[in-house]
């Protein structure tokens, strides 16, 4: 028996148990040759599978974690986008922002709703150490113009944030920088 062609919605009807060669021509024209000697239930779990394995989208069994992973990726690239804009107190963008108008108006991109100031904002999400950052995270600083949680920034990897700073405008700065360092309060993730 000489199998050429497969379609979606097709299927297979009793295959003899005996060495047979299989030639089957996808849709995405891909051609596959092998010889078999399978039992016809092996053999049909074996041609779905290869049938099944060409005419699916590459991405459906993306695992959570690399989802996750992506949207961090995706949170820190729209980021990057208004770098160099200007700092205007109270700015909410996208020409001008402030740090909390800033971190706000970016998550907002990706679906996530958070509060106008940076104090509301660090009180949404799970508190996580400043060890433990990973990109997309939130990291909030305090005592910067006023008594309490101030200033806010995203966590862009290596040790770094990009937030909205007066004078400065929306810029990358290491967390090592000894202002920042003293003024950490701290850190939240709102993404899984």
Same mark, same amino acid.
Do not use: E, L, M, W
């Given at each position: 028996m000489l199998l050429q062609y497969v379609r979606r919605g097709e299927s297979l009807g009793a295959i003899p148990e005996k060495t047979m060669p299989l030639s089957v021509i996808t849709e995405r024209g891909i051609v596959v040759k092998k010889l078999f000697k399978l039992s016809t239930k092996i053999f049909t779990l074996v041609l779905l599978l290869a049938v099944v394995s060409t005419i699916m989208p590459s991405g459906l069994f993306t695992s959570s974690a690399q989802a996750a992973t992506a949207t961090r990726q995706a949170v820190v690239n729209t980021a990057y986008k208004y770098r160099g804009r200007p700092y /205007?107190? !109270? $700015?909410?963008?996208? =020409? *001008?922002?402030?740090?909390? !108008? %800033? /971190? =706000? %108006?970016?998550? =907002?991109?990706?679906?996530?709703y958070l509060p106008r100031t940076a104090a509301a904002q660090s009180r949404v999400g799970t508190t996580v150490s400043k060890s433990n950052l990973i990109a997309g995270d939130? /990291?909030?600083? #305090?005592? *910067? %113009? #006023? $008594?309490?949680i101030s200033h806010v920034g995203i966590y862009v990897g290596n040790n770094r944030i990009i937030h909205a700073f007066p004078r400065k405008g929306v810029t990358v700065d290491s967390l090592s920088n000894a202002y920042l360092r003293a003024k950490y309060a701290l850190s939240k993730r709102v993404l899984r």
């Open positions: /205007v107190f !109270g $700015a909410t963008g996208p =020409r *001008t922002f402030d740090c909390s !108008g %800033y /971190v =706000r %108006y970016v998550f =907002r991109q990706h679906g996530v939130i /990291v909030f600083f #305090k005592n *910067t %113009y #006023k $008594a309490g």
